[in-house]
């Protein structure tokens, strides 16, 4: 999915946020993005989602204004992600369970995750129980269950140990190579963005 940004203003309680005249995220690409803490990168991703309606300009999603069908074609991951009260295993699941995924498909899929996530083990597990890089696992999990088309990740992979971070990078390689989705990937770790995405842009 090609995100085209047109104009965009941010205000809060009269604040100016941020003024984008234009910005480009090509499709199919691993875009990191980059800027100083309060440059909006957050906020920007939750406009780009459709959780934030509340800016002027334009945010064009194939040369389209987004549209109820289109927001099941996105997945987000925030730093914090809210996964349910649930078991790892019925996280993931819920994507499938919603868009009425068969049974024994939905089994295939998840099992396929837990698998290639090395979650297998705490399947069971309450999701709001687990360690952070346990809980990134889970929603990056849950969130390509459904199959976007546009992948938002909010520095999904801070705050976490080194072992957890390669298993969701290696996951998003494969996932992107996969289904030629577009990424992009808020960060602050400069090193991590030049290693790990096709592009950078920089908010400021």
Known sequence: ME???????????QKLIFNISNLHFKKGKIIGLLGDNGSGKSTLLKMISGMDKEYEGKILYD???LKHHMTHRIGMVSQKPYLFKRSVYENIEYPLKIRKVEKGKRKEVVDGFLRDMNLE???????DTLSGGEAQKV???RALSAKPK???LDETTAN???EAICTIEHQLKSYHEQMACTIIFVTHNLLQAERFCDERVWLS
């Open 160 to 162: 976490i140990h080194e």
């Open 63 to 65: 040369g389209y204004s």
């Open 121 to 127: 083990s705490i399947q069971d597990q309450r999701a």
């Open 139 to 141: 929603a990056l999990a």
């Open 3 to 13: 995100i085209v940004i047109q104009n965009l203003v941010k205000r809060y309680d």
């Open 150 to 152: 546009l992948l938002l």
